[in-house]
Structures are given as structure tokens and as C-alpha cells.
């Protein structure tokens, strides 16, 4: 469905399973066996999921190697990033209302206190 | 589908219309209508984009005013940002070895000179 690269990404990355391969990944190459192992999960399953990371650019498997060892390709996480950091003030504000907010509650009850 | 808070926010972040809408949004609090125009959509098809916004938390709906204006709500993405930061090193990397292979291109070659 999402066609352009930012989607892409941003769409590979919105799955748990995904991101733990990409955290496994990000300790060194691994067979796709070793990527199922962690997950109660068939291998087909897995597959699917690294099909997905793959067409996102986000892996790479070697065609060389017998166990095609899968690779992390983490570039196109940097527009991503890129997206999220020109909305980083508004995040910080609404951490600073947030942080006023319950002051402002402390004050009216100093036995509410944070725990 | 998503049901973790940072899949939920990653997915709803997943489509150029929804983050044309919150684009919008950081310049300031909109109507429905207003959203809609920019946009050859229809106003079923923007509240559509609207309700996956709001259930990801990235937008709220004032429920006072006649027209409930929407508001961004930045603060799920600040875990989307940490979770890509942590990723910065390798994708600082991947563009590393791009520029070498571009350098050891332009030693072999001085004519291919990046433009």
C-alpha cells in the first residue's frame, strides 16, 4: 500500500517482531533461523516479516553465502528521523504543559506527591 | 492492527495524507474542512485519516467548540525518535561507506566528479 519511501519505512517499522529482528540485526548478521529462534514463530512467518524489511531497504540479504545471512541496511531510518525531529519543540512543550501541570497539581495538594 | 503504542504511532505516520494533516496542524488548530481542502478528498475520507491520527494520540478534537478543532499532539513521537536514535550510528555508517565508494570511484576515475 505505501508507495513512497518515507511510508515505507515508517510502515516496516510499525511491527514488534520487525523491530526485534532490526535490534538483533543491529548485533551482526544472522540466518533467518537464528532470527526465528527468539519468536515462537514458523519460519514462512519470519520470512514474511524480513520480505516486508527488505522491500523497505531496511535489510539486506547476500545472495552468496548457502545460509544468506540477513544485514542491516539502516539508512532510510534517517529521514524518518529526520521527519520526527521538525516536530521535536512540539513534543518538548507538551512535555513542559505536562510537567507545569502537575506541579501546578502538587501545589493545590502537597500530599500528591510523584512517586 | 497495531496495538503496541509505538507500532500505533509508526503506523499512523505511515501515509503522506496523515502527515500532510499534521504538518498543517503545526502551524495551528484546523477544522475538518479546513484539513479537507488542500486535499481532493472528500470529508468522510479526511475524517477517516483524522480517526487513525486520533487514536494513535497524535491529534486531539476539542469537544466545546461548534467546529472541534484538531490539535496536534506531538508527544508519541518522541518514542518513535528514540527508537530511531538509537539506530543513528549505523545509518551514519551506511552513508560513510557511500561516500568512500564514491571517492575511491572519483580516485579511479577524476573525471566523475560528483555534480
Known amino acids: 500500500m505505501a508507495t513512497d519511501p518515507l511510508s ?7 511491527d514488534p517482531t520487525r523491530r526485534a529482528i532490526l535490534a538483533r ?20 512467518a519470519v520470512s514474511k516479516h524480513l520480505k516486508v524489511l527488505e522491500h523497505a531497504g531496511l535489510i539486506s540479504r547476500s545472495k552468496d553465502a548457502q545460509w544468506r545471512p540477513c544485514r542491516l541496511e539502516a539508512a532510510p531510518m534517517k529521514e524518518a528521523a529526520a521527519f520526527l525531529d521538525a516536530y521535536r519543540r512540539f513534543w518538548e512543550e507538551s512535555l513542559d504543559r505536562l510537567d507545569d501541570y502537575l506541579q ?11 512517586n
Chains 1, 2 share one sequence.
Not at 8 to 14: D, F, K, R, V
Request: net charge negative; aromatic share 2%; proline share 11%.
Open 25 to 44: 540485526l543491529a548485533l551482526g548478521e544472522a540466518s533467518v533461523t537464528e532470527l526465528a529462534e527468539p519468536f515462537d514463530m514458523s519460519l514462512p
Open 104 to 114: 501546578a497539581l502538587q501545589a493545590t495538594d502537597p500530599d500528591a506527591k510523584p
Open 8 to 14: 515505507q519505512t515508517l510502515s516496516a517499522l510499525a
